[in-house]
């Protein structure tokens, strides 16, 4: 079965730590490409970062960067210098081989205190 | 910027009733999808178009849902009749082929 499991449901920083937010993946398929999107409270998806199954490198976009660990199935979100308007959801998701849909994680609520 | 336009951004309705949302996607996405998130959840697939026709709504309750996308532009999702488990926030996305998704600011609605 193909499955995407963010196991925090929340997770809480102070303002210039970096922070990490965990992404596990299965599917059998080889190609496959990883997302997060942050979703403020206003309700908008927006998109951080892709990372494609077969990219040689992490992916970096500004202050994101993706721990991709293929082996182990996991796209794990690292935000550097946390910022207080980094507080919100944060959602992994997956785009299986063949289909251009999307297959979301739960998320995880990120707070960021001064 | 170019982005996805939706509206209304909040509904509230009776069950019962029929609501219906709109999107416009960005200029040139021939792909357009509608997902509903239930609270507390992750965003699920409703039903996608490319152009204006239906690739994938497997997941859409066609008895209440429909969606259409005449021109192969703009998009309309309909629900009738609305029940209270349809609370939740519609979001629309469109992307160019299997590129990313980018999402519009999505109609929250309630069902009283």
């Known amino acids: 079965a193909q499955k995407i499991t963010q196991t925090q449901p929340g997770m809480f920083v102070q303002e210039k730590e970096a922070v990490t937010l965990d992404c596990t993946y299965d599917t059998s398929d080889p190609s496959y490409g990883l997302f997060w999107y942050k979703q403020p409270s206003s309700g908008e998806m927006i998109f951080l970062i892709y990372q494609g199954s077969y990219d040689q490198q992490n992916a970096t976009e500004g202050r994101y960067s993706l721990n991709f660990q293929k082996a182990r199935k996991s796209a794990n979100l690292v935000i550097s210098a946390s910022q207080l308007g980094d507080s919100a959801m944060y959602f992994c998701a997956m785009r299986f081989s063949g289909y251009s849909t999307l297959t979301f994680g739960k998320g995880t609520m990120l707070l960021v205190s001064p | 910027e170019a982005e996805v336009a939706q509206s209304p951004r909040y509904k509230i309705t009776e069950k019962s009733q029929a609501v219906a949302f709109w999107c416009d996607p960005i200029?040139?996405?021939?792909?357009l999808y509608w997902y509903r998130q239930i609270l507390g959840q992750g965003p699920e697939l409703l039903v996608q178009?490319?152009?204006?026709?239906?690739?994938?709504d497997s997941q859409l309750p066609k008895d209440r849902f429909s969606a259409e996308r005449l021109k192969g532009v703009d998009s309309t999702l309909k629900i009738q009749p609305a029940e209270l488990g349809d609370s939740a926030m519609y979001l629309c996305?469109?992307?160019?082929?299997?590129?990313?998704?980018?999402f519009g600011p999505g109609t929250r609605l309630t069902v009283l």
């Open positions: 178009f490319q152009d204006e026709s239906v690739v994938d």
């Open positions: 996305a469109s992307s160019f082929g299997e590129d990313t998704q980018y």
């Open positions: 200029s040139g996405h021939a792909t």
